[in-house]
């Protein structure tokens, strides 16, 4: 994390790191967490960056449409309207989606679309992970959509996107999930992102939220249970992994027994957004609302999981 840094009146710290390649002066993402933190709870939205380079949006075949296609649009909004109203802390990337995918290893890269030859002892006989589909580390294609670019990248600007955003976002995003679980003894990561409407299957309605924890693997099964008992006295229609499970982000930074917990929450983009699919929509109050109140519910369960596990700890060390 560099030094900008400002504090502000309600004891929010606001914090810029990381820098994007080809944008001078232009922060990778803001961190705000509060002094002491109030809720054990990260928001982070890694895919709603719109900090788009003149060079990267000259390599691009169709900037406009491509960029609209690639973005959580306007999430960063969900998400500063849920961390205003609840006091989690709030992790926001500025790096387009297009640029870099903070959702993916950096191992998950097609060299094909890079001109320069990969690393020395680099596997490069198959594509493995989302590259195989085009949207690896950094996207090639979009189905129905085709290539992006209108030629490779240089291995050095993948390299400094990797340096320069990748791994200083995760390493904020680590430092910042663990000091929460150190000051309340559990923290949870809720990786925030938008999908395109779903279709209804038989009578049930389209799920407009779709909670993902890996099957399992990145949260605990009370929290999940929380977050669903919540949406159902909502009547907000959601569904649990299917068809979005949760990515390398949860992968990279859940840590169940250590008690640090990951959920993925997509959120049905014409649920907050206008008929377009492009500018924040009348129903904006409405999901702000919806959410603020899954979290505010989440972190009590957070908070009590964080007091078991002290109790927990004495009780072994007494033994």
């Known amino acids: 994390m560099d030094s900008r840094a400002k504090d502000t009146p309600d004891s929010r710290i606001v914090t810029a790191g990381g820098r994007i390649p080809g944008q001078p002066g232009a922060p990778a993402f803001t961190l705000t967490v509060h002094d002491p933190s109030s809720i054990p709870v990260l928001v982070s939205v890694p895919h709603s960056g719109r900090a788009y380079p003149p060079s990267l949006i000259e390599g691009m075949r169709h900037p406009a449409h491509a960029g609209l296609r690639l973005e959580d649009r306007y999430v960063d909004v969900l998400g500063k309207r849920i961390a205003d109203e609840t006091g989690a802390a709030l992790l926001v990337a500025h790096a387009p989606r297009a640029m870099i995918d903070l959702n993916r290893a950096t191992d998950d890269v097609d060299w094909e679309m890079v001109s320069t030859p990969p690393p020395p002892g680099t596997a490069t006989a198959g594509l493995a992970g989302r590259a195989r589909g085009g949207l690896g580390l950094v996207p090639r294609r979009l189905p129905g959509f085709g290539e992006l670019w209108k030629r490779r990248i240089d291995g050095a600007d993948l390299s400094a996107r990797i340096d320069d955003v990748h791994e200083p976002y995760h390493r904020v995003l680590g430092e910042t999930l663990t000091a929460l679980r150190d000051?309340?003894?559990?923290?949870?990561?809720?990786?925030?992102?938008?999908?395109?409407?779903?279709?209804?299957?038989?009578?049930?309605?389209?799920?407009?939220?779709?909670?993902?924890d890996r099957f399992g693997a990145s949260c605990a099964g009370e929290l999940v249970g929380a977050a669903f008992g919540y949406l159902g006295r909502s009547r907000m229609p959601s569904a649990h992994n299917r068809p979005y499970a949760g990515g390398y982000v949860l992968e990279r930074h859940a840590a169940r027994k250590a008690g640090l917990h990951c959920l993925q929450i997509e959120v049905d983009r014409s649920s907050y957004l206008d008929s377009s699919l492009t500018e924040p929509g009348p129903r904006l109050d409405d999901m702000t609302d919806v959410l603020a109140g899954l979290v505010r519910r989440l972190a009590g369960e957070v908070a009590e999981l964080g007091r078991e596990g002290d109790s927990d700890r004495w009780r072994m060390a007494a033994e």
């Open 183 to 212: 000051r309340w003894g559990a923290a949870l990561l809720i990786d925030l992102h938008s999908m395109p409407p779903l279709r209804a299957r038989g009578a049930e309605p389209a799920a407009r939220i779709v909670v993902g």
